[in-house]
Each structure stands twice: as C-alpha cells, then as structure tokens.
C-alpha cells in the first residue's frame, strides 16, 4: 500500500482506495455500498463542520451581548450601533445555520430508515 495523488483533487490518498476521501473521484471499481458510505461520511462531517459554526455564531452573539453591556454602561446609557448590528447580524446567521443543521440531520434520518444498512454504513451514520 503506497500514497498516490488523487488525479481530481491532488491530496494524497491510499493506492488501495477506490473512491478519493475528499472529492469522491472515483479510482476504481466502486459499488453502490462504497457510493452510500462515502455520502454518509460526507454527510456525518457537514453536520458536525456545521455544529462547529453554531457554537462560533453562539460566541459572538454573547460577544456581541458583552460590547453592549460595556457600552452602555451597564445597561443605564445609551449604546452605540455597532453592537446591535453584530448582534443582528449574528442571530441571523444562526438562524441559517441551523435550518441547514436541521435539513442536514433530515437526511441524515431517511438514511439511516433505509431498509438495508451496511456496518460501514450504519458506523458512518
């Protein structure tokens, strides 16, 4: 077993594989099986990239909630504008990310419903 360059991405990837890990290039004879195991893994790290970006957004959101505290002096003045925008902006993001997270974890759902599961598969899922 060597590491060869996939021809599709040019990341470096074992001889052996018969579908390349990051761009799904196919190298070989690939089954249906190999197919549905690639797209779970895909789809098991969109969730997870997409969790990740939650809590970022979650972040600042409070950062945003700490610079108008700060501003406004404990909430007895008036603050300035640019807390609120961020704080907007930030809730509309995770608002966004969220419904992907939640059509992310649909499909996700009506994958793991199909009627036959390989172990590879069910272990990605």
Known sequence: ???????????????????????????????????????????????YRLNMTSYAVITVLIGGFCWYWWDSRGFTQMSSVGPLILMGVAAIAYLVVRALLFRSRQVQKSMRQASRLSDDLRRNL
Do not use: H
């Open 1 to 47: 077993m060597s590491v060869i360059s996939c021809p599709e991405c040019s990341k470096n990837i074992s001889s052996r594989a018969v579908i390349c890990n990051y761009c799904g290039f196919q190298l070989g004879e690939a089954t249906e099986d190999d197919l549905r195991v690639f797209r779970a893994r895909k789809l098991r790290d969109r969730i």
